[in-house]
């Protein structure tokens, strides 16, 4: 059974960092690629960013890029986002997800985590 669990959100001030952390079971992790989304309140689900299975190809959405680096460690089955720079407009639930397809503004992917919450406040 492919599991996906996310960890590391929090509350933190605008300006402030956060790591999220998904830990991955139940299938070849370093054979996938991986990416993490996210779903602000009363809007729709987001690309954030995805990274291939040998972590060299990395991408991100326009509004995250330059704040916020994805990373993988395929000996622990791990993958990471580390997020910088936060604003209010971050704030949302991120998840981690497998095999992830973008076509305009959907976003389909295999499998997906239940998500870790990140918000972003004074």
């Known amino acids: 059974e492919v599991q996906l669990v996310e960890s590391g959100g929090g509350l933190v001030q605008p300006g402030g960092s956060l790591r999220l952390s998904c830990a991955a079971s139940g299938f070849s992790f370093s054979t996938y690629a991986m990416s993490w989304v996210r779903q602000a309140p009363g809007k729709g689900l987001e690309w954030v960013s995805g990274i291939n299975s040998g972590g060299s190809t990395r991408g991100y959405a326009e509004s995250v890029k330059g704040r916020f680096t994805i990373s993988r460690d395929n000996a622990k089955n791990m993958l990471y986002l580390q997020m910088m720079s936060l604003k209010p407009e971050d704030t949302a639930v991120y998840s981690c997800?497998?095999?992830?397809?973008?076509?305009?503004?959907?976003?389909?992917?295999?499998?997906w985590g239940q998500g870790t919450q990140v918000t972003v406040s004074s």
């Open positions: 997800a497998r095999a992830c397809t973008v076509i305009g503004r959907q976003i389909v992917c295999d499998s």
